[in-house]
């Protein structure tokens, strides 16, 4: 694999753990009273915007959607922590407690990436931004039915997997959007 894409994907990874340790400072973990649907809404609600502006061609409102795809990033680890905290029902959790949080599942990510790069051999580079968004709104389609059916699948992965993609493929828009330099 290209240590090139480990760079980049660690650059943007960097960015994305600190504005969420920033917000974090800002609002505490008010996060923690979301339940996971809730938090897949969140980023259905992010999703749908970057496709919106990517069909209209225009936006009214003037926040980047670079900044939409790092929400993607971090409401997707948000969810990944409230699903290894699920028997905690602390809602206000320290910075310094996430942060190690944070940081094992960005790389659980970063390691499934790794493995899916080297079978497909990085075809994430010749892709367009709009069809990754595509496949990052199709992943939450598919979460959204997984969550319907209580978690239970008979043959697909599970919602932490399809979570895991989405942040692999926000990482990928932003590198190809440059966000990272």
């Known amino acids: 694999m290209k240590t090139q894409t480990i760079s980049e994907y660690n650059q943007v ?20 009273i979301l339940r996971l ?20 061609g225009n936006q009214k409102v003037n926040d980047p ?3 939409e795809f790092v929400g993607i ?18 809602l206000e959790l320290a ?6 949080l944070y940081d094992h599942w960005a790389s659980a990510t970063r390691s ?10 990085e075809a994430w580079r010749d892709m367009r931004v709009a069809s990754i968004t595509d496949i990052i709104l199709m ?14 699948t008979i043959v697909s992965e599970g919602i932490e997997a399809n979570y895991q993609d ?8 932003l590198i190809k959007l440059n966000y990272h330099a």
């Not at 938090?39 to 990517?54: G, Y």
């Not at 499934?112 to 051999?121: I, M, Q």
């Open 166 to 173: 989405m942040i692999n493929y926000a990482v990928f828009c």
């Open 95 to 100: 910075v310094e407690e996430l942060e190690p």
């Open 73 to 90: 990033i971090n409401y997707c680890i948000i969810a990944l922590i409230q699903i290894s905290l699920k028997n905690d029902e602390r």
């Open 13 to 32: 990874i960097h960015l994305c753990k600190e504005l969420f340790k920033k917000k974090t400072i800002d609002y505490g973990t008010a996060w923690r």
């Open 139 to 152: 992943k939450l389609y598919r979460v959204k039915q997984i969550e319907d059916n209580q978690g239970k």
């Open 65 to 67: 959607i670079a900044d």
């Open 112 to 121: 499934l990436l790794e493995d899916k790069n080297h079978d497909y051999g």
């Open 37 to 56: 649907p809730s938090i897949t809404d969140q980023i259905f609600i992010k999703a749908q915007r970057i496709r919106s502006i990517q069909e209209k």
